[in-house]
């Protein structure tokens, strides 16, 4: 990225703004948003190592999407281990289904119908074969407790051959692409956007119209076993190299050496101890807002550095103590830094809107970190809930909170615990409302990559690497911010 004229203070994303350049790329669809950090992500957004944000839902459906969830450090791991093989044993292509017999009830239904944004409950039968299909609709006016059997409709079942009948989804390409094309046909001829799908005559997945459509769009992140990836965070206390290699051992296939101040003794005695194992899995470590410390960071063992203090919806870092320091300028500095190390960043928070996404890896970040943005999604691992006027939301809550300090040192003794719980960075608890356009995740990376793949070939760039050499940047005025912002009604 260069600067129309040079910037003489730090700036945040709303400081800056992209002009286009000529472009010969002709349309968004040719654009390449993989990473190039040795993670193998295709899309370069990275859900954040937070508890109220990133689950096993959440870790599932970005990475068959082509993107990375981080599992919190402050899962114990006995329970990573099975989430990790949870998300393994997923299907690329289809969703995992909610289901539950016809003899089950309509409130058991309503229960699950929010753990998944397609809204649909499939009804099996004690083979596990469908035999209807339930939606929030169908149990309007329903006794609570009357059976499924009395309430669910007919569904299309769509046959899983055409997808690759195990996780890895075996098809080519372009035999896929053309059986996604025939299964969407089916859904819209049957006036369906759901459909239940079968492997050896019993339920596998789901699919719908909208996740068809993006199956031939997305790559999905997969190791070397065709299966899908997930990142797991580890702290910079305790027995660091034996979580680690407790995670390495369950699969996980990128580890996250996480504290709020990266650059400090603590972080290189982890670095040294994760390292010390034998691994060749990509090694994130942060944060940090300086080339400094990116520098040292990369050179004591880290591939990739997170950047960023301060800029996060639910950290209050800033305001209780002064430290931190503009996103932009510190990703422009640190990314710069990363690479004549030999490393990559990526940028962690203060994102609002996909322009800073954009913004981000235009100064030359490889990822962008997304937290609390993502929170609000029925994938989050939160309970859906609803306010006074009926809004859906979801709590979150900071990882340097009150609330996450207490969880982190349940297993310690009171005076110990309630001690630490005096000291907190974070808001530990704000509601996260879903959008009623966008209620997942998935629709939240539709919006955030289109607008990226806009911006590229605004910028005339095939990819992030010629992105960053292309981008050119200009600084505003906060009148400036606020002449591009939609009028959402006639003035």
């Known amino acids: 990225m260069r600067f129309l004229s040079e910037p003489s203070t730090d700036l945040t994303y709303s400081d800056a703004f992209l002009v286009p350049s000529r472009s010969d790329v002709t349309s968004r669809l040719d654009v390449d948003l993989s990473a190039d950090d040795g993670t193998g992500a295709s899309i370069p957004l990275v859900v954040a190592n937070m508890t109220a944000v990133t689950g096993k839902r959440m870790a599932e459906t970005m990475a068959r999407r082509g993107g990375l969830a981080v599992l919190p450090q402050d899962v114990p791991l006995d329970v990573l281990r099975d989430v990790t093989a949870w998300i393994k044993s997923r299907h690329t292509v289809l969703e995992t289904p ?10 058991d239904a309503l229960h699950l119908m929010g753990k998944r944004p397609h809204g649909a409950v499939a009804v099996v039968d004690d083979a596990g074969k469908v035999v209807g299909v339930v939606r929030a609709a169908d149990c309007e006016g329903q ?18 051959s055409a997808f690759g009948a195990g996780p890895a989804a075996g098809a080519d390409s372009g035999t896929r692409d053309a ?27 789901v699919l719908t119209r909208r996740g068809a459509l993006r199956s031939t769009i997305y790559r999905p992140l ?30 996980v296939d990128v580890l996250v050496i996480d504290t709020a101040h990266g650059h400090q003794q603590k972080m290189f005695d982890a670095l040294a101890a994760v390292r010390s194992l034998d691994h060749d899995v990509p090694l994130v470590a942060g944060n940090v807002v300086t080339a400094d410390a990116t520098r040292e960071l990369i050179q004591a063992g880290a591939n990739i550095v997170k950047v960023g203090v301060g800029p996060g919806a639910m950290c209050t870092t800033r305001m209780m103590t002064a430290v931190g320091r503009p996103q932009l300028s510190a990703v422009l500095e640190c990314a710069a830094a990363a690479r004549a190390a030999g490393g990559r960043i990526w940028a962690d928070g203060g994102v609002r809107y996909p322009r800073d996404v954009a913004l981000a890896l235009a100064a030359g970040a490889s990822q962008v970190m997304i937290g609390s943005w993502f929170a609000g999604t029925h994938e989050s691992p939160g309970d859906l809930q609803a306010d006074a006027n009926g809004r859906l939301y979801k709590e979150s ?33 704000s509601r996260m409302y879903l959008d009623p356009a966008r209620p997942g995740v998935e629709d939240l ?32 005025s906060a009148a400036g911010y606020e002449e591009g912002r939609p009028v959402p009604q006639s003035w």
């Open 445 to 476: 990376v539709d919006m955030i990559t289109a607008g990226l793949r806009s911006s590229m070939s605004y910028a005339g760039a095939a990819d992030l690497a010629e992105f960053r050499e292309r981008a050119v940047a200009g600084i505003q």
């Open 179 to 205: 059986s996604l094309r025939k299964a969407f046909e089916a859904m819209d001829a049957a006036g369906t956007d759901f459909a239940p799908v079968h492997v050896g005559g019993s339920l596998a997945g």
């Open 98 to 107: 909610v289901s539950l017999l016809a003899s089950e009830t309509v409130i």
């Open 397 to 429: 809550f900071g990882m340097a909170s009150a609330r996450a300090v207490q969880n982190r040192n349940q297993r310690e003794g009171a005076f110990e615990k309630d001690r630490k719980a005096l000291f907190e960075e974070g808001i530990s608890t």
């Open 143 to 160: 006794d609570r407790f009357a059976s499924l059997a009395s309430v669910m409709r007919q569904a299309l079942v769509l046959d899983a």
């Open 222 to 251: 997969l190791d070397a076993a065709g299966k899908l990836k997930v990142a797991a965070a580890v702290g910079i206390n305790g027995d660091v190299a034996g979580r680690a290699a407790e995670l390495l051992a369950a699969g």
